[in-house]
């Protein structure tokens, strides 16, 4: 039996190598997550450190480079906002579909817009962040075809690439930032431009 003591010590020590590692790693995803959510949008290693409570290269241990610490955030974020993008099918009148449309969509952009911006800031550099953001508009170009299903048909090409600009997460931050409104009013303005494009057909 004694002479396993010392297995034992090693597998134990190990187990809680990997354990400390798991939490670090943990700690540095929610630092960066928390950055750029305040509105740092390209954090340095030395701030995630800070933030995290580690060391810059316990930073570089688990990440290869900044780069790659910011696609896992991204990964993270797609994670979460996938229940708010396949919420319960969007039915009824007109009116009520695109209202509920343009509310499903005001609680997913209000959700990534800090981490969009940080993506922005990045995008010429890493085509990885291209990809990411591709993916999301393509769901959401998918999902507004379908609950427009009856009305989109009926658009010439012009009103339909209008349609999508209209609800874009770009038009989205217009309001919300450049032009200062609040979420309720961006949202009421948005319903009224998709209203207003899809009766004038």
């Given at each position: 039996?004694?002479?396993?003591?010392?297995?034992?010590?090693?597998?134990?020590?190990?187990?809680?190598?990997?354990?400390?590692?798991?939490?670090?790693?943990?700690?540095?995803?929610?630092?960066?997550?928390?950055?750029?959510?305040?509105?740092?949008?390209?954090?340095?290693?030395?701030?995630?450190?800070?933030?995290?409570?580690?060391?810059?290269?316990?930073?570089?241990?688990?990440?290869?480079?900044?780069?790659?610490?910011?696609?896992?955030?991204?990964?993270?974020?797609?994670?979460?906002?996938?229940?708010?993008?396949?919420?319960?099918?969007?039915?009824?009148?007109i009116e009520e579909r695109v209202r509920q449309l343009v509310a499903r969509r005001a609680r997913i952009f209000e959700?990534?817009?800090?981490?969009?911006?940080?993506?922005?800031?990045?995008?010429?550099?890493?085509?990885?962040?291209?990809?990411?953001?591709?993916?999301?508009?393509?769901?959401?170009?998918?999902?507004?075809?379908?609950?427009?299903?009856?009305?989109?048909?009926?658009?010439?090409?012009?009103?339909?690439e209008a349609l999508e600009m209209a609800t874009s997460f770009e038009a989205w931050d217009r309001l919300r930032n450049?032009?200062?409104?609040?979420?309720?009013?961006?949202?009421?303005?948005?319903?009224?431009?998709?209203?207003?494009?899809?009766?004038?057909?």
């Amino acid at each position: 039996m004694s002479s396993r003591v010392p297995e034992r010590k090693a597998a134990n020590a190990n187990d809680g190598r990997v354990r400390r590692g798991a939490r670090n790693r943990a700690y540095i995803m929610d630092a960066i997550f928390e950055l750029v959510r305040e509105g740092v949008p390209l954090p340095t290693a030395e701030q995630v450190a800070q933030r995290a409570g580690v060391g810059t290269r316990t930073v570089f241990r688990h990440y290869d480079d900044m780069e790659s610490l910011f696609v896992e955030m991204q990964s993270r974020l797609e994670g979460e906002v996938r229940p708010l993008l396949e919420g319960p099918a969007i039915e009824g009148p007109i009116e009520e579909r695109v209202r509920q449309l343009v509310a499903r969509r005001a609680r997913i952009f209000e959700r990534i817009a800090p981490f969009r911006r940080s993506a922005n800031v990045q995008r010429i550099r890493s085509p990885l962040f291209q990809e990411g953001d591709a993916e999301l508009d393509r769901e959401l170009r998918v999902q507004l075809r379908e609950v427009l299903a009856a009305e989109i048909p009926s658009l010439d090409e012009d009103a339909r690439e209008a349609l999508e600009m209209a609800t874009s997460f770009e038009a989205w931050d217009r309001l919300r930032n450049a032009q200062r409104l609040g979420r309720e009013r961006a949202q009421r303005v948005i319903e009224g431009a998709i209203l207003a494009m899809l009766r004038s057909k």
